[in-house]
Nanobody, 129 residues
Framework: QVQLVESGGGLMQPGGSLRLSCTFS????????MGWFRQSTGKVRELVAT????????YYADSVKGRFTTSRDNAKNTAYLQMNNLRPEDTAVYFC??????????????????????WGQGTQVTVSS
Protein backbone atom coordinates (compact mmCIF):
# COMPACT_ATOMS: atom_id res chain seq x y z
CA GLN A 1 0.00 0.00 0.00
CA VAL A 2 1.30 3.43 -0.95
CA GLN A 3 1.26 6.28 1.52
CA LEU A 4 2.31 9.88 0.93
CA VAL A 5 3.30 12.34 3.63
CA GLU A 6 3.95 16.01 2.93
CA SER A 7 6.16 18.21 5.06
CA GLY A 8 7.85 21.59 4.88
CA GLY A 9 4.88 23.91 4.99
CA GLY A 10 4.65 26.90 7.26
CA LEU A 11 4.45 30.68 7.46
CA MET A 12 6.62 32.72 5.12
CA GLN A 13 6.85 36.37 4.19
CA PRO A 14 6.16 37.46 0.63
CA GLY A 15 9.25 36.98 -1.51
CA GLY A 16 10.50 34.13 0.64
CA SER A 17 11.05 30.48 -0.20
CA LEU A 18 9.87 27.13 1.08
CA ARG A 19 10.58 23.58 0.00
CA LEU A 20 7.87 21.00 0.38
CA SER A 21 8.72 17.32 0.57
CA CYS A 22 6.52 14.36 -0.22
CA THR A 23 7.76 11.10 1.23
CA PHE A 24 6.52 7.98 -0.56
CA SER A 25 6.05 4.77 1.42
CA UNK A 26 5.60 1.61 -0.58
CA UNK A 27 7.16 -0.05 -3.58
CA UNK A 28 8.08 1.32 -6.95
CA UNK A 29 8.34 5.06 -6.37
CA UNK A 30 10.41 5.49 -9.53
CA UNK A 31 7.44 4.35 -11.63
CA UNK A 32 5.01 6.94 -10.29
CA UNK A 33 4.27 10.31 -11.79
CA MET A 34 4.07 12.87 -9.01
CA GLY A 35 1.78 15.85 -8.87
CA TRP A 36 1.43 18.83 -6.55
CA PHE A 37 -1.96 20.43 -5.99
CA ARG A 38 -3.22 23.18 -3.72
CA GLN A 39 -6.51 24.30 -2.30
CA SER A 40 -7.25 27.71 -0.87
CA THR A 41 -10.17 28.43 1.42
CA GLY A 42 -13.37 28.55 -0.59
CA LYS A 43 -11.72 27.49 -3.84
CA VAL A 44 -11.48 24.25 -5.75
CA ARG A 45 -8.28 22.26 -5.68
CA GLU A 46 -5.93 23.17 -8.52
CA LEU A 47 -2.92 21.60 -10.13
CA VAL A 48 0.32 23.39 -9.35
CA ALA A 49 2.98 21.19 -10.90
CA THR A 50 3.53 17.66 -12.07
CA UNK A 51 6.33 15.52 -13.39
CA UNK A 52 6.37 12.35 -15.44
CA UNK A 53 7.51 9.17 -13.75
CA UNK A 54 10.85 9.46 -15.53
CA UNK A 55 11.26 13.00 -14.25
CA UNK A 56 12.09 14.10 -17.80
CA UNK A 57 8.90 16.10 -18.31
CA UNK A 58 7.30 18.66 -16.07
CA TYR A 59 4.25 20.90 -16.17
CA TYR A 60 3.59 24.06 -14.22
CA ALA A 61 0.48 26.14 -13.82
CA ASP A 62 0.91 29.61 -15.26
CA SER A 63 0.52 31.13 -11.82
CA VAL A 64 3.69 29.43 -10.54
CA LYS A 65 5.79 29.11 -13.68
CA GLY A 66 9.26 30.49 -13.13
CA ARG A 67 8.86 30.47 -9.35
CA PHE A 68 8.17 26.83 -8.44
CA THR A 69 10.21 23.76 -9.35
CA THR A 70 9.28 20.13 -8.89
CA SER A 71 11.91 17.43 -8.58
CA ARG A 72 12.36 13.93 -7.21
CA ASP A 73 15.00 11.81 -5.57
CA ASN A 74 14.28 8.16 -6.31
CA ALA A 75 16.96 7.01 -3.87
CA LYS A 76 15.07 8.74 -1.07
CA ASN A 77 11.55 7.96 -2.33
CA THR A 78 10.82 11.66 -2.10
CA ALA A 79 9.37 14.32 -4.36
CA TYR A 80 9.96 18.02 -3.79
CA LEU A 81 8.32 21.31 -4.60
CA GLN A 82 10.69 24.24 -4.34
CA MET A 83 8.70 27.45 -4.02
CA ASN A 84 10.50 30.76 -4.53
CA ASN A 85 9.32 34.35 -4.57
CA LEU A 86 6.20 33.38 -2.66
CA ARG A 87 3.13 35.56 -2.91
CA PRO A 88 0.12 35.92 -0.60
CA GLU A 89 -2.01 34.24 -3.28
CA ASP A 90 0.12 31.09 -2.88
CA THR A 91 -1.46 30.59 0.54
CA ALA A 92 -3.17 27.19 0.48
CA VAL A 93 -3.04 23.62 1.66
CA TYR A 94 -0.62 21.81 -0.63
CA PHE A 95 -1.09 18.16 -1.52
CA CYS A 96 1.15 15.72 -3.30
CA UNK A 97 -0.31 12.88 -5.33
CA UNK A 98 1.03 9.80 -7.11
CA UNK A 99 -0.14 8.27 -10.37
CA UNK A 100 1.11 4.86 -11.36
CA UNK A 101 3.02 2.75 -11.55
CA UNK A 102 3.92 3.33 -15.19
CA UNK A 103 0.46 4.62 -16.07
CA UNK A 104 1.72 6.14 -19.28
CA UNK A 105 4.86 6.71 -21.28
CA UNK A 106 7.90 8.19 -19.66
CA UNK A 107 7.31 11.76 -20.86
CA UNK A 108 3.62 11.99 -19.98
CA UNK A 109 2.55 14.54 -17.37
CA UNK A 110 -0.84 13.81 -15.85
CA UNK A 111 -2.97 16.93 -15.50
CA UNK A 112 -6.23 15.25 -14.49
CA UNK A 113 -6.44 14.96 -10.71
CA UNK A 114 -8.94 12.12 -10.96
CA UNK A 115 -6.21 9.97 -12.46
CA UNK A 116 -4.00 10.17 -9.39
CA UNK A 117 -4.20 7.05 -7.28
CA UNK A 118 -2.74 8.18 -3.96
CA TRP A 119 -2.86 11.45 -2.04
CA GLY A 120 -1.11 12.91 0.95
CA GLN A 121 -2.90 14.62 3.81
CA GLY A 122 -1.71 18.09 2.85
CA THR A 123 0.52 20.72 4.39
CA GLN A 124 -0.44 24.33 5.05
CA VAL A 125 1.51 27.12 3.38
CA THR A 126 0.74 30.67 4.50
CA VAL A 127 2.36 33.66 2.85
CA SER A 128 1.87 36.81 4.82
CA SER A 129 3.79 39.76 6.19
Amino acid sequence: QVQLVESGGGLMQPGGSLRLSCTFSGRGFSGYAMGWFRQSTGKVRELVATSSWSGDSTYYADSVKGRFTTSRDNAKNTAYLQMNNLRPEDTAVYFCAADGPYSSHMYYTELDETQYDYWGQGTQVTVSS
